[in-house]
């Protein structure tokens, strides 16, 4: 009889709990539509803003700086021009054609750090910043991706010059690029038109 009333009375004690969990649900009030809607957007805001800085990140580590943002002369001496962050070999620049030398010696870079010189021809660094005309303003994500996996211009063009390192990119995931693709879309757009690549003489282009 003892372990029956305990028994009810744990039975009673577990209903009452579960009552006042349920009473003080009902009360809270209802998110509305429009604080649903703010919320989803602070979490979307959160999760762009998350990958901008892992995008940031893989740039820096991945040495893009290193071709596609010019170099200029500071106090110390050369320096990169961090004003033209990722915008490619600057417009106007003029090069001439090396000549080699020194047998066995195969690339030369102009003093921008932006041109490179080698069998391939001339290769200029894109301008990887969001300016529409110039940079990166029309691709789209996919395009993006493609264009690191395939090794080609827009992802289906020309080929890259060989000196741009895109076979070890490749091996990055899909959500690292995605990283990479929105920062540079988050970068103030540069007006910075990059040339063609040069092809080496007696080379045909169509």
């Not at 709990?17 to 349920?22: D, K, W």
């Not at 010019?70 to 110390?76: E, L, S, V, W, Y």
């Not at 990722?86 to 030369?108: M, Y």
């Amino acid at each position: 009889m003892i372990l029956q009333t305990r028994a009810m009375r744990v039975m009673l004690a577990t209903a009452g709990a579960l009552a006042a969990a349920l009473w003080i649900t009902a009360c809270q009030p209802a998110q509305q539509p429009q604080q649903q809607a703010q919320t989803d957007t602070q979490s979307s805001a959160q999760t762009e803003t998350n990958l901008v800085e892992r995008g940031k990140y893989l740039v820096t580590v991945a040495a893009c700086d290193e071709c596609h943002t010019p170099f200029k002369t500071g106090a110390n001496g050369p320096e990169r021009d961090m004003s033209r962050r990722l915008s490619g070999h600057p417009q106007g620049t003029k090069l001439s054609t090396p000549k080699f030398g020194a047998k066995g010696w195969a690339v030369a870079i102009d003093e921008t750090g932006t041109a490179f010189f080698g069998p391939w021809g001339i290769a200029f660094a894109a301008n990887l910043t969001p300016d529409e005309e110039t940079g990166i303003g029309i691709w789209d994500e996919q395009m993006f991706i493609n264009a690191i996996r395939t090794g080609k211009h827009w992802g289906q063009g020309r080929p890259i010059a060989p000196i741009m390192p895109w076979h070890n990119y490749a091996q990055m995931t899909d959500e690292d690029l995605k990283a990479i693709f929105a920062y540079l879309k988050s970068l103030p757009p540069i007006k910075n038109e990059v040339p063609e690549l040069i092809p080496p003489p007696g080379t045909k282009t169509e």
